[in-house]
């Protein structure tokens, strides 16, 4: 009855839920481009700025925050730059202890809620997240980053519900069509995943992340050229050159581990019936 191995479209798909599974949080903040974190973003609140130095930034709101842990500005902020620099685990606990001396704070529990995410504790990410904004004054962000968490629960139809309700509010926001995106290659459906990265990588408010899923998903349908050519458009050649690089990288490991994945398959279920 089993009478064929894998097809390369088969391939590809294993390919594509072999990627997956390193993605987490739409990259569960609003980070430079690095590529071991191509995965969209849960995306910061529009008030809050980015920063290229987080250390910095760290030294800085870890003083403010020691001296009045109360101070809500300062542990949103220490949070996001322990966040920054990896320490998930930390920026949880001063979310945490930020939110219970400032309750009615929408922000902080948008933050609190990310740096869960971030952290790997999804369903709690998601109902801390549900309390940052009301009905009546929907965050289009907060619904992308409950989509993206969702997605982490693998409850993709009920997070495109919410990507659906962001884009209502903001229409074609790339980095909602992005999280989209994503959502499909998790759910192994390329051609519609790169449909929709086409849609956010031709938006002109696109940022680098964008261009970065559309080329890890053109890479995993087996157009490397094309991927190669979106990676490194419009870039200083060094930056090009690196970004082609990581993504090569990027892809070689993922092909590996889905290698791996059909070397431990029994016979029989690497093949098919007809």
Known sequence: MFQKLLQPSEFA???ACTACSAILA???SDCQLTWSDIT???GESGEINHSADPRRDLETYQERYRANPKDAEAALQYGKALRAT???SQAVAVMEQATIANPASKALLAGYGRALADNG???QAFDVLGQAHTPDKPDWRILSAQGAVLDQLGRFEEARQYYSSALKIVPDEPAVLSNLGL???LSKDLPQAEETMRRAYGHAAADPRVRANLALVVGL???MAEAEKIAKADLPPAEAAANVTQLKMLLIKRAGSAHAEIDKMPVAAAGRTD
Do not use: D, E, I, P
């Open 183 to 185: 959502s499909y290659v």
């Open 26 to 28: 739409l990259a569960v």
């Open 221 to 223: 349908r087996g157009n």
């Open 40 to 42: 969209g973003s849960l």
């Open 121 to 123: 504790n999804f369903q």
């Open 13 to 15: 798909r294993l390919l």
């Open 86 to 88: 990896g320490q998930k």
